[in-house]
C-alpha cells in the first residue's frame, strides 16, 4: 500500500503592528546594494546606527523617569528619592489645569488640580517644585506644551533668582502643538499664533539659553492615540518640517536652532520593528535636513530622542505583567539608540505610580545599562538581515505618508481637516478589532485570563491638596501690587499684537508674580481660542 503523503498546511501570516508582513526569515538577498552607503558609522551622516560615535560605551542614555502628582512639594520629595536611586534627569508631569492655562483657583480647574501631574500656576510653585535639586548638574524635560513659554519662563526666573547664569541651564520642553491638535487635545490658541509662539521660543532659547531643547517633536502621544510605528515616525516627521519652515519663514538660519530641536518617540511591544523604527527615523531626518533644508552643520542633521515605554500598552489585569512589557521596550529603545528614556511603572493602568512601582521601572534600566551587556558597541544589530529590511520599508512607507500630507497642503491643512486624525482612528480601530477577534493576543487580557483580583496598592490624590494648593496661590496674589499685574498683561498683549519676542515679556512678568493663568487670558484676548472641527 501506498504510503500517503500528508497535505501542506498553509502557513499563518505574520505582520508587525504596522502591518508589514514579515517572511519566514531572511538572507542577504534582502539587503540593498548600498547598505554600507546608507549605514554609515555611528555619529556620521547619515546617523542611522546612532548619533554618538561611541553611544554607551562613554555614559549610558539619561535615565529620566516622567513624574509629578498633586502639590508642588509632594513631587519634589520624589524628584529627590529618584535621584537618590540613580535617576540622572528630571522629567516633569503638570495637571491638565496647567497644561489648559488655567490657575488652580480657576472655576474650570476644580476638581483637577494635582491630579494627573503637578499643579503650577505661579513662581512660587516652581520655587517650591526646584527646591534644593541640582539645577545645573541634571538637564529638566517638562512635558507641557500650549503653556511652555509660561513654564519655561518660571524655570529661567527660578535660576536667576539662584543667582544661576540661564545659559548654564539645560533641559527641554515639548513645546509641540501641532500633535496637540493631532492626538493629544491640550491646545489652547489656534495653530497659527501657536506657531508664533513656538518661533518665539526657538529665538529666545538660541540667544538666552542655548543648551535648551526648544522642542521636544512628540511621536509618542500620536502613537498612544492608535497610529502604527510607520504613521508615527510620518506624522513626527512631517510636524518637524512644517516648525523648521516656520522657524526659516522667521528669519531664523537653520543651523541656529536645528541642533537644539529634540524627538520623543514611543516604544511598542513589537520589538524589532521599533529598533527598525528608531533607525529608519534618524536616517530619514538627517536627508530632510541636509537635502530639503540645506543644513550644513552636521549637528543640525541629527535626531536626537527621548523614548518612554507604551502607555497603552499597560494592562488593569495582571499588572504585574507590565514589567515584562516595560522590559522588553526599553530594551528596544537601548538597541535603536535613544538619548533617553523614561520606563513606565507597573501600575500605571490603576494610578499614578506608587514609588515602589516607580523604583522597579527605574531599576530595569540600571539592570540593562549594567548587566546586560548591550551598551557595549554602537547598534549591535546593524546587519541583521531583517532589522534592515524592516528599516528599509519603514523609511520608504514613512516618506510616501509624508508626500501624501505634502500633496494635500501640509500639516496644518491636514489637521484642520481631520485627515491625519482619520488616518490614526483607522488604524485603531483595526488593532481593536484584531485584539476581539485574537489575532493579536494581549495577555491577561484576552487570552491566559486570571479573575483573582490584584492586590496591588494604588497612589490617591488627597483632596487637601487641592484646597492647600488653591489657598496658597491666593495668598501670593494678595501680596501683588495690581498696578504691577496690569502693567505686564499690557506688555504681553501688546507684544501679541506685533513681531516682537514674547519669552522676554514672559520672563519680566512671572519674576514680577504673574501667574500662568494670567498670562493665558492675556494671549487669549489676543489668539482666540482653537475649536476642533469634527469630521466624520
Same mark, same amino acid.
Given at each position: ?8 498546511? %498553509? ?26 552607503? =546608507? ?17 554607551? !560605551?562613554?555614559?549610558? /542614555? ?16 520624589? +524628584? =529627590? ?20 492655562? +488655567? ?23 516652581? #520655587? ?5 535639586? %541640582? ?29 544661576? @547664569? ?5 533641559? &527641554? ?6 500633535? #496637540? ?22 529665538? +529666545? ?6 543648551? /535648551? ?35 526659516? @519663514?522667521?528669519?531664523?538660519?537653520? @543651523? ?13 511591544? @513589537? ?13 530619514? /531626518? ?56 523614561? &520606563? ?50 519603514? #523609511? ?22 481631520? /485627515?491625519?486624525?482619520? #488616518? ?27 479573575? !483573582? ?70 494671549? !487669549?484676548?489676543?489668539?482666540?481660542? +482653537? ?6
Amino acid at each position: 500500500m501506498a504510503e500517503s503523503k500528508s497535505e501542506a498546511k %498553509p502557513q499563518k501570516t505574520h505582520k508587525t503592528l504596522s502591518g508589514i508582513e514579515l517572511k519566514p526569515f531572511y538572507s542577504s538577498s534582502d539587503l540593498k546594494k548600498d547598505l554600507e552607503k =546608507k549605514l554609515g558609522a555611528p555619529g556620521e551622516f547619515p546617523f542611522t546606527r546612532g548619533v554618538y560615535p561611541t553611544m554607551y !560605551r562613554g555614559r549610558p /542614555w539619561t535615565m529620566r523617569q516622567y513624574a509629578g502628582f498633586g502639590s508642588a512639594k509632594e513631587s519634589n520629595a520624589r +524628584y =529627590k528619592m529618584l535621584l537618590e536611586k540613580g535617576q540622572t534627569g528630571l522629567s516633569v508631569a503638570f495637571d491638565l489645569p496647567t497644561q489648559m492655562g +488655567y490657575d488652580s483657583d480657576h472655576v474650570m480647574a476644580t476638581g483637577e488640580v494635582g491630579k494627573v501631574g503637578v499643579a503650577i500656576s505661579s513662581i512660587q510653585d516652581m #520655587e517650591i517644585l526646584l527646591k534644593d535639586l %541640582p539645577l545645573v548638574k541634571i538637564s529638566t524635560s517638562m512635558t507641557i506644551n500650549s503653556t511652555a513659554s509660561i513654564l519655561l519662563g518660571f524655570y529661567v526666573a527660578v535660576a536667576k533668582r539662584r543667582g544661576i @547664569d540661564p545659559k548654564k541651564l539645560s533641559g &527641554t520642553i515639548q513645546n509641540d502643538l501641532l500633535k #496637540e491638535y493631532i492626538a493629544r487635545g491640550t491646545y489652547i490658541y489656534p495653530p497659527k499664533p501657536s506657531m508664533r509662539v513656538i518661533t518665539d521660543i526657538f529665538a +529666545y532659547c538660541k540667544d538666552e539659553v542655548p543648551q /535648551w531643547n526648544s522642542i521636544s517633536i512628540s511621536g509618542y502621544h500620536i502613537r498612544e492615540a492608535g497610529s502604527t510605528a510607520v504613521q508615527e515616525v510620518a506624522f513626527t516627521l512631517a510636524n518637524a518640517i512644517t516648525y523648521v519652515q516656520a522657524a526659516l @519663514d522667521a528669519g531664523l538660519d537653520v @543651523d541656529a536652532f536645528a541642533q537644539r530641536l529634540s524627538f520623543f518617540f514611543n516604544v511598542q511591544n @513589537d520589538f524589532l520593528e521599533e529598533v527598525a523604527k528608531f533607525r529608519a527615523a534618524r536616517r530619514m /531626518w538627517a536627508h530632510i535636513m541636509r537635502d530639503r533644508f540645506g543644513a550644513k552643520d552636521p549637528n543640525s542633521m541629527k535626531l536626537r530622542f527621548h523614548s518612554q515605554t507604551a502607555g497603552v500598552s499597560l494592562t488593569a489585569q495582571q499588572p504585574e505583567n507590565n514589567i515584562v512589557r516595560v522590559s522588553l521596550q526599553a530594551m528596544a529603545a537601548v538597541l535603536g539608540g535613544t538619548q533617553s528614556l523614561h &520606563t513606565n511603572s507597573m501600575d500605571e493602568a490603576l494610578g499614578l505610580p506608587t514609588e515602589n512601582a516607580a523604583t522597579i521601572a527605574l531599576r530595569t534600566q540600571q539592570i540593562i545599562a549594567n548587566e546586560s551587556g548591550v551598551v557595549g558597541t554602537a547598534d549591535p544589530l546593524a546587519g541583521s538581515y531583517l532589522v534592515e529590511s524592516l528599516t528599509d520599508q519603514i #523609511e520608504t512607507k514613512s516618506f510616501e505618508y509624508i508626500k501624501r500630507i505634502e500633496d494635500l497642503g501640509g500639516v496644518i491643512k491636514c489637521i484642520e481637516s481631520g /485627515w491625519i486624525q482619520k #488616518e490614526i482612528q483607522n488604524s485603531a480601530y483595526a488593532f481593536q478589532r484584531a485584539i476581539d477577534a485574537k489575532d493579536e493576543i494581549i495577555v491577561g487580557v484576552n487570552n491566559y485570563v486570571d479573575t !483573582r483580583p490584584s492586590k496591588m496598592d494604588v497612589l490617591k490624590i488627597k483632596p487637601a491638596i487641592e484646597k492647600e494648593q488653591i489657598q496658597r496661590l491666593k495668598a501670593f496674589k494678595k501680596k501683588r501690587k495690581a498696578t504691577v499685574v496690569a502693567k505686564h498683561l499690557q506688555h504681553i498683549q501688546n507684544a501679541a499684537n506685533s513681531k516682537t519676542n514674547l519669552m522676554p515679556m514672559i520672563v519680566n512678568a512671572v519674576e514680577d508674580h504673574v501667574t500662568l493663568g494670567e498670562i493665558s487670558d492675556a494671549l !487669549r484676548k489676543v489668539f482666540g481660542l +482653537y475649536k476642533e472641527t469634527v469630521t466624520l
